[in-house]
């Protein structure tokens, strides 16, 4: 059931009621609105999944648009008991997930983001520092995601660095802050729901998304030109974080179903993506008048320089930004190479489009190897 508009006394009264004896109904939060592929299918229809496959025994009213918990408070609030579920964006709060946030520094590691996307969530199943981490907030970790490539979305043409200069780019930190910086751009942080009307008002100049936003938030209405420089993924954070208490007081059938459902889910939302960028381009060109625009080689090469002196530097910025030891930051850096690499040999020759053999390798190669029955379980 989407609640879409509420007041806030009608969220407390059904945040009050949750929990209480006979059939319970829980409260599921996505900040995003609900056209968005991660509320579509990792929350609409991934609630009405794990009811129908728990018989009724867990039901879900999702929460979508922010109108329960906001970008910057799902994490917190679903600790707090307000949601039972949340998507939490895990560079909105460096502070609270630093070795989240170390992993999503390697976003611009490769363009496959199905590799990406599958090495961080095995990551964050079963590293110890990364599931303490979890723990400490409040949260159990229960499932990943990956974003297709990001790119440019702007008001006015990128064709060169020179243009890029000054110009205030909505990133959503970490490394896009930084590439926003050696570019001469200004990095600006607020929540990717912002971006539409900062690209409408001129308070923004570019703002960085996959291009099915192009369709799905109706950018082409503000914004014409589109640099086809690749920024990586976007994957930090749990597309599904559950407050512990109700984690821990689910059967392991349940929590099996919830996990199981979610692999599903991720892959049925990363067709849709696709889906959505392809008719994203071919209609922002033939009828928004999108222009997608090869950039100045200068501009690409200056690209690739950073890209290269970044990922040798980050090991020293997870010492001095997010306060990690150097022998825990090597850790999670080789880790998560490693992993990127393997899931990149795994998913040699699979069709990006093939719905069944995605979602087959990763209900057996990761959700189905987290054991229901001890795991988030201490």
Not at 162 to 172: H, N, S, T, W
């Amino acid at each position: 059931m989407i609640k879409k508009l509420l007041s806030s006394a009608t969220v407390v009264a059904l945040c009050a009621t949750a929990g209480t004896a006979g059939a319970e109904t829980f409260s599921a939060n996505n900040f995003l609105d609900a056209s968005h592929p991660f509320s579509v299918e990792n929350y609409t229809n991934w609630a009405k999944d794990v009811g129908e496959r728990t018989n009724g025994e867990v039901e879900f009213d999702v929460f979508l648009g922010g109108v329960l918990l906001g970008g910057r408070a799902s994490m917190s609030g679903t600790a707090d008991g307000v949601a039972q579920v949340a998507y939490h964006a895990g560079t909105y709060t460096p502070a609270e997930l630093p070795l989240t946030n170390i992993i999503s520094e390697l976003a611009f590691l490769t363009d496959n983001f199905y590799a990406l996307a599958a090495a961080s969530t095995v990551m964050s199943f079963t590293h110890p520092a990364l599931l303490q981490e979890y723990k400490q907030n409040g949260v159990v970790f229960g499932g990943g995601y990956g974003t297709p490539i990001y790119y440019l979305i702007c008001n006015q043409p990128i064709r060169s660095a020179a243009d890029l200069e000054g110009k205030r780019v909505r990133m959503p930190g970490g490394i896009w802050d930084r590439w926003a910086t050696a570019m001469g751009a200004v990095s600006v942080n607020v929540p990717s729901s912002e971006i539409y009307t900062g690209l409408d008002r001129g308070t923004l100049d570019c703002g960085v998304n996959p291009l099915d936003s192009l369709l799905s938030r109706s950018y082409w209405d503000v914004a014409k030109y589109v640099p086809m420089v690749p920024l990586g993924s976007y994957y930090s954070g749990p597309m599904w974080a559950y407050d512990i208490e109700f984690w821990q007081s689910r059967t392991p059938e349940q929590r099996a179903a919830m996990l199981e459902e979610s692999a599903k889910a991720f892959i049925r939302s990363a067709l849709l993506y696709l889906e959505n960028t392809d008719k994203a381009v071919t209609q922002g060109e033939a009828e928004h008048g999108m222009e997608f625009i090869e950039v100045d080689p200068a501009l690409m090469a200056k690209h690739q320089e950073f890209v290269e002196t970044d990922a040798q530097n980050l090991v020293e910025l997870a010492q001095s930004q997010y306060g990690v030891s150097e022998e825990l930051a090597n850790d999670l850096v080789d880790t998560f190479k490693a992993l990127v690499a393997e899931w990149e040999t795994k998913l040699e020759g699979v069709d990006y489009q093939d719905k069944e053999a995605l979602t087959k390798l990763f209900l057996e190669d990761i959700y189905q190897k987290v054991d229901p029955a001890t795991y988030g379980m201490n």
